[in-house]
T-cell receptor
Framework: KQEVTQIPAALSVPEGENLVLNCSFT??????LQWFRQDPGKGLTSLLL?????REQTSGRLNASLDKSSGRSTLYIAASQPGDSATYLC????????????FGSGTRLLVRP | DAGVTQSPTHLIKTRGQQVTLRCSPI?????VSWYQQVLGQGPQFIFQ???????GRGNFPDRFSARQFPNYSSELNVNALLLGDSALYLC????????????FGPGTRLTVL
């Protein structure tokens, strides 16, 4: 059974700091991995999708890496800003007919001005 | 283009009642999935529909049911509500039924008293 874990559960950093969020999964048989952002009480915004054959994806100040063999992904946020404060969720797509997402519990990020 | 829309935004019900949640996917998207997110946790997969057929079902009781209409919109029904059904219900759509990116709506906040 696929399980996704995110560490740390919460993180508080001063503005301008570079930071890394971690995601691990127990079964390497995934199709892809997605990182999402969720603001309080809101829906999910897709940030990056990494296909299982890829090692990393970049979008602006965000860079996500994937190491399938070790069951790990990291989300790197450069030069953090207060507007980056949100919960960040990673999810893997597993291979049954539904191609459902299996989520971690998220990392709650606070960037202090 | 409009994103995924969900209605209603908020809903308050009492135990034992029934509820229907609605979702309209992004234009051109044929697949709709439903997720339940309990406070402090990541979303959990409930159903996926593609071309009006159920493609997958998560570990939820038979009180939960869904359907997809010819215009690809979807409804999620929950009967005999329990206190534990209180959650944010998220709808996601994607173009096909495979591993492409899922786009989430803002969610419906259900409170069961």
């Amino acid at each position: 059974k696929q399980e996704v874990t995110q560490i740390p559960a919460a993180l508080s950093v001063p503005e301008g700091e570079n930071l890394v969020l971690n995601c691990s999964f127990t079964d390497s048989a995934i199709y892809n991995l997605q990182w999402f952002r969720q603001d309080p009480g809101k829906g999910l915004t897709s940030l990056l999708l990494i296909q299982s054959s890829q090692r990393e994806q970049t979008s602006g100040r965000l860079n996500a890496s994937l190491d399938k063999s070790s069951g790990r992904s990291t989300l790197y946020i450069a030069a953090s800003q207060p507007g980056d404060s949100a919960t960040y969720l990673c999810a893997v797509v597993v291979g049954d007919s539904s191609y459902k997402l299996i989520f971690g519990s998220g990392t709650r990020l606070l960037v202090r001005p | 283009d409009a994103g995924v829309t969900q209605s209603p935004t908020h809903l308050i019900k009492t135990r034992g009642q029934q509820v229907t949640l609605r979702c309209s996917p992004i234009s051109g998207h044929k697949s709709v999935s439903w997720y339940q997110q309990v406070l402090g946790q990541g979303p959990q997969f409930i159903f996926q529909y593609y071309e009006k057929e159920e493609r997958g079902r998560g570990n939820f009781p038979d009180r939960f049911s869904a359907r997809q209409f010819p215009n690809y919109s979807s409804e999620l029904n929950v009967n005999a509500l329990l206190l534990g059904d209180s959650a944010l219900y998220l709808c996601a759509s994607k173009v096909q039924g495979g591993t492409d990116t899922q786009y989430f709506g803002p969610g419906t906040r259900l409170t069961v008293l």
